[in-house]
């Protein structure tokens, strides 16, 4: 099988960056069981992700995973602790596209990789933050669904239609950076509300009862 064109590592690098921002094991899960499977030809930086032992552990987790994004609370809970995990190991796998034989186009690919697992990350965790106010669960695990779909398809579309997944890409961003604004200000807002709530202070989103009747009184 003929190696990939420049234009698909790149392409793999921001989709393995991206993408580890979302489901970290379930990229190493796809990635290592496509190159152990021979449906793509791994780089050697990411031949690792074939091996038996990788793709065992991968596997478990993507289990545990798929589960734990699904429980509101918990899934926020995870993603707290996967902040210090995702961002390092999407710069490692967008790295790993090239390898040390390409040193600056590694470089290159672990700070765009690192920081596009970032937006992703912060995209999902504030979003799903903000999901998790509502007392429903089913809008919860959609979203956990929307992105346990996201991600192969992403990986696919870089090796297949690199362009096309390139435009993709500079869309989501663009739709990410919303998303973290406009879910940051939402619980910006709700936090606010809360520590007055739990202080005493008066809620300004609230209007009294008696200033009510008094309002109605006096029309």
């Known amino acids: ?73 918990l899934d926020s809970l995870w993603d707290i602790v996967h902040t210090v995990i ?28 690192g920081s596009l697992a970032a937006t992703s990350h912060v995209a999902k965790a504030t979003t799903r933050a903000a999901i998790n106010t509502s007392p429903e669960p089913f809008t919860n695990v959609g979203a956990s669904l929307v992105e346990d779909s996201a991600v192969p398809a992403s ?18 961003l663009i739709l990410s950076v919303w998303l973290i604004h406009k879910s940051w200000r939402f619980l910006k807002s709700l936090f606010g509300r809360l520590a007055r709530i739990f202080s005493g202070r008066p809620d300004p989103g609230v209007t009294p009862a008696f200033q009510i009747k008094k309002n109605s009184s006096g029309d």
């Open 155 to 172: 990986l696919w579309l870089a090796v297949a239609h690199p362009l096309v997944f390139g435009v993709l890409l500079v869309l989501v």
């Open 86 to 113: 995702r961002v390092p190991a999407g710069a490692a796998l967008a790295a790993g596209v090239f390898g040390v034989d390409h040193g600056a186009m590694a470089l290159v690919a672990a700070i765009v990789g």
């Open 1 to 73: 099988m003929d190696s990939l064109t420049t234009p698909e590592l790149i392409a793999l690098a921001g989709a393995l960056g991206w993408a580890s921002g979302v489901r970290l094991y379930l990229v190493v899960f796809l990635t290592g069981l496509a190159g152990y499977l021979g449906w793509i030809p791994l780089p050697g930086g990411l031949q690792l992700l074939a091996h038996p032992a990788v793709l065992i552990a991968s596997g478990f987790m993507v289990f545990v995973e798929f589960f734990a994004d699904k429980i509101p609370g």
